[in-house]
């Protein structure tokens, strides 16, 4: 956990600029990552006990997507409607069980990742299917969703893979860091 307002604010000002990295296109392109908004969260749910950090992520997230959808031309496309609220309810789900993730080993964070992972993909894609996109088409929705999963699903794994290994590193490096990951 991060406990100055030095630290805290280097540390939300770099998870800032990774979402920024990653989100302002959503696909790998030669200026931005695949999306890692998730498991950024994720991760300041470990780092972080106030809730503050975590608004200041989801205001992040809105204003770079305003942002991409208006300076990209896509007019058809808006942030009001409830598919992008639905969305957007996945980042503090992800917040919330990293939360409760006590015991910082391999199985509980995998295991923990895993429902992070395919419940903000079900809540994501599954409302944006429903409450957007397609209304009336129940067998497409299983077709939209598989055809997503595996793109999805492998991103966020790598990333939380990179999560775990960074820091695992990090308290191997900093008895510190181990003594407030271990404790929460």
């Known amino acids: 956990m991060v406990n100055n307002n030095l630290s805290s604010t280097l540390v939300i000002s770099a998870m800032l600029f990774l979402i920024i990295l990653t989100r302002i296109s959503h696909e790998l392109t030669s200026f ?17 006990r106030d809730i503050k950090y975590l608004i200041t992520l989801v205001i992040g997230i809105i204003f770079l997507d305003n942002f991409a959808i208006y300076s990209n031309g896509y007019n058809e496309l808006s942030l009001f409607n409830i598919s992008y609220v639905m969305h957007l309810a996945v980042y503090p789900m992800s917040w919330w069980f990293a939360q ?10 995998s295991t923990i990742i895993l429902v992070v992972i395919f419940l903000s993909f ?18 497409g929705l299983l077709s939209y969703l598989l055809n997503n999963f595996t793109s999805y699903f492998l991103i966020n794994g790598c990333y939380a893979a990179l999560l775990y290994i960074i820091l695992k590193l990090n308290t191997k490096l900093s008895p510190l860091t181990t003594e407030t990951i271990t404790s929460k």
């Open 32 to 48: 931005a990552l695949p999306d890692a908004s998730l498991i950024i969260v994720f991760a300041a749910g470990l780092l972080f």
């Open 100 to 109: 409760k993730l006590k015991l910082f080993d391999l199985l509980n964070f």
């Open 122 to 139: 079900s809540i994501s894609y599954g409302s944006y299917f429903y409450l957007y996109d397609n209304p009336t088409n129940a067998l």
